[in-house]
């Protein structure tokens, strides 16, 4: 990754900080707000390698879970595990596709919930997690695509990273 591609990704990282943790909780109920990490660790998982890729994923993951309250670690495990997955199918695809990047921010909301659901259950004793989370899911699931496909609106979406 170049330094102007670095520089760019690290102002995007820190606007959709501040936009998801200060602006949209005011004029946003939770349940509609979108996961805007979420949506760039899959743009990285699409285009960077994984030396590039998976530390960027776990340190977006931990930003995810300092700005949300969760519990440490928690997305931050849940980033990676979808990022590796998606590394490992994304070779085989054709990742500058704006459709398999809205078809993927999707299928990744869906699979981080239900990750984050699992390893709730599995390492907490909280009571009704499942139903909140549960009704939450499908308008979380359409606001990602929805942001997913403005994002792919952006010229330059299917242009690849500079490498030097």
């Given amino acids: 990754m170049s330094r102007r591609a670095a520089l760019l990704l690290s102002c995007l990282i820190l606007a959709s900080i501040v936009i998801q943790v200060s602006l949209l909780p005011v004029f946003i109920r939770p349940s509609f707000k979108p996961d805007l990490l ?16 998976a530390p960027l994923a776990w340190l977006l993951g931990m ?7 969760l519990y440490l ?18 070779d085989r695809l054709y990742s500058d596709s ?6 993927t921010v999707a299928s990744v909301s869906l699979a981080g919930l239900m990750l984050n659901l699992l390893f709730m259950v599995m390492f907490t004793e909280t009571p009704g997690i499942a139903y909140s989370m549960f009704s939450e899911m499908f308008p979380r699931l359409l606001v990602n695509a929805f942001i997913a496909s403005v994002v792919s609106v952006f010229p330059g979406f299917d242009r690849q990273l500079e490498t030097s």
Avoid: H, P, Q, Y
């Avoid at 930003?63 to 309250?69: A, E, F, P, R, Y």
């Avoid at 670690?73 to 994304?90: D, E, H, P, R």
């Fill in 63 to 69: 930003l995810n879970d300092v700005c949300s309250g």
């Fill in 73 to 90: 670690g928690l997305n931050a495990v849940t980033f990676l595990i979808l990022f590796l997955v998606i590394k490992s199918v994304s």
């Fill in 98 to 103: 704006a459709i398999l990047f809205i078809l």
């Fill in 38 to 53: 979420l949506v760039i660790m899959v743009f990285i998982a699409l285009r960077e390698s994984f030396e590039v890729g």
